[in-house]
């Protein structure tokens, strides 16, 4: 029997890559109450506690990582993975069903809430649910578009977040095809509210092609934030889609 010789065989580096970068800012607030997970670099989420209400760093923490969990379960069935719509509206009726039963425990009975976003990347295209006022940010071909619309009402108020009500929480869901050199901002409104669309636009084109260039691009983003006066808990996370040419 002729066996195939191991130091022969070329292994064929990915054609793709993705890069992604997160970091925080705490602001002036007494705790950082937004949380970031990321997965196998194919689900992102990131959560940010009610400021109004006790526990938000709790929240938001649960939130996130149960969104990740429901992310690596419920996709086993073939259901929701072929219909990626349903499976973001399952994550997030599961990570709100979590968040409400949270309540019910010692210590944590006069309530909690946070919001929640979530970002699926597949091999072509990118899936996005929300519910709260994270914002996620796009950029295709010098072109950028917000794919979120903030669950606020005129006065800025939330109205929608996970875990003030047990059922109807319908997240925004979001589709867009992700080629190489598109770029995603996944933003909390610590953020999306003091960056105009403009300076993120301009900090996504020249966010580069390594791990180092989009983690840069990632603290300018929090750090035109803070400049443009924000205080509050801030949380940037920069996915990118790029070619494999050997160089990183």
């Known amino acids: 029997m002729k066996f195939a010789d191991p130091l022969g065989l070329k292994y064929e580096q990915p054609r793709e890559i993705i890069l992604f970068a997160a970091s925080q800012l705490q602001g002036k607030r007494e705790s950082q109450e937004d949380y970031f997970v990321n997965f196998n670099d194919e689900c ?10 006790p526990h938000g760093e709790v929240a ?17 069935r073939d259901f929701y993975w072929r219909d990626k719509k349903l499976l973001l509206k399952r ?34 295209n990118i899936w996005m649910g929300n519910v709260g006022d994270a914002s996620a940010f796009f950029l295709h071909e010098g072109k950028m578009s917000r794919l979120t619309k903030e669950d606020v009402d005129a006065q800025g108020n939330l109205t929608k977040v996970l875990g003030k009500q047990r059922l109807g929480i319908v997240p925004q869901v979001a589709i867009e095809r992700f080629y190489p050199n598109d770029v995603v901002l996944l933003a909390t409104d610590g953020v999306a509210r003091y960056v105009s669309e403009k300076e993120i636009q301009l900090i996504l084109e020249n966010s580069g092609r390594t791990t180092e260039s989009v983690t840069d691009a990632v603290v300018a983003t929090l750090r035109k934030a803070e400049a443009n006066g924000s205080t509050d808990n801030m949380t940037a996370v920069i996915v990118k889609r790029i070619y494999n040419i050997g160089d990183i």
């Open 44 to 53: 992102f989420t990131i959560a940010d506690g009610v400021g109004s209400m």
């Open 60 to 76: 938001s923490q649960l939130a996130a990582e149960t969104a990740v969990w429901g992310y690596k379960h419920i996709r086993q």
């Open 91 to 124: 994550i997030v009726r599961t990570t709100n069903m979590t968040i409400w039963q949270k309540q019910r425990e010692t210590g944590f009975t006069d309530g909690m809430a946070t919001t929640l976003l979530v970002l699926i990347v597949g091999d072509k």
